[in-house]
C-alpha cells in the first residue's frame, strides 16, 4: 500500500468568492493583431483554429456570416440591451450610453444570460 506525502500534494489556490460588487470584469489577455483585435484565422485553417480554440477557449473565425447575418447579430445585441437594460438606449447616440453600462464591467456585454435570439442560435449552427 502506498502512503502519500501529504507535504508533497499542491494546496488548491484559494477561492475568493464575491458578492459581485467588488471585482471588475477583466478579459483574458488573447493574442492581438496589429489593429488591436483578436488573431482570427480562415476557415481553411482547420489545425490552426483548433489549436488556437485548444490554448485559449476561443476563436474568432473570419468570413463565416454574410453581412446581412452579421448585421442581424449587431441588431440582436442592440434589442438585447434594450430589452434587458435600458429601452432608451440608442445606438445612434452615444450621450444614451453612459449611465446604463454598470453590469458590464462586471460580467460583460452578454453576462450569463442567455444568448437564444434567433440569428445567435443560426450563427452557430452555421455550416462553415
Same mark, same amino acid.
Given at each position: 500500500?502506498?502512503?502519500?506525502?501529504?507535504?508533497? /500534494?499542491?494546496?488548491?489556490?484559494?477561492?475568493? /468568492?464575491?458578492?459581485?460588487?467588488?471585482?471588475?470584469?477583466?478579459?483574458?489577455?488573447?493574442?492581438?493583431?496589429? #489593429?488591436?483585435? @483578436?488573431?482570427?484565422?480562415?476557415?481553411?485553417?482547420?489545425?490552426? @483554429? /483548433?489549436?488556437?480554440?485548444?490554448?485559449?477557449?476561443?476563436?474568432?473565425?473570419?468570413?463565416?456570416?454574410?453581412?446581412?447575418? *452579421?448585421?442581424?447579430?449587431? #441588431? #440582436?445585441?442592440?434589442?438585447?440591451?434594450?430589452? /434587458?437594460?435600458?429601452?432608451? @438606449?440608442?445606438?445612434?447616440?452615444?450621450?444614451?450610453?453612459?449611465? @446604463?453600462?454598470?453590469?458590464?464591467?462586471?460580467?460583460?456585454?452578454?453576462?450569463?444570460?442567455?444568448?437564444?435570439?434567433?440569428?445567435? *442560435?443560426?450563427?452557430?449552427?452555421?455550416?462553415?
Amino acid at each position: 500500500m502506498n502512503v502519500i506525502d501529504s507535504v508533497n /500534494l499542491t494546496k488548491p489556490k484559494k477561492i475568493h /468568492l464575491s458578492p459581485g460588487d467588488d471585482e471588475t470584469f477583466q478579459p483574458v489577455p488573447l493574442p492581438i493583431d496589429d #489593429d488591436g483585435f @483578436i488573431v482570427t484565422f480562415n476557415v481553411e485553417q482547420q489545425d490552426e @483554429i /483548433l489549436a488556437f480554440f485548444e490554448k485559449h477557449g476561443i476563436v474568432v473565425v473570419a468570413n463565416v456570416l454574410t453581412e446581412q447575418e *452579421c448585421q442581424r447579430s449587431v #441588431d #440582436d445585441v442592440w434589442r438585447h440591451l434594450q430589452e /434587458l437594460f435600458n429601452p432608451d @438606449i440608442d445606438r445612434d447616440k452615444p450621450e444614451t450610453w453612459d449611465s @446604463i453600462w454598470p453590469s458590464f464591467s462586471h460580467m460583460g456585454i452578454l453576462g450569463n444570460t442567455r444568448w437564444l435570439y434567433p440569428q445567435a *442560435c443560426d450563427n452557430r449552427q452555421n455550416v462553415k
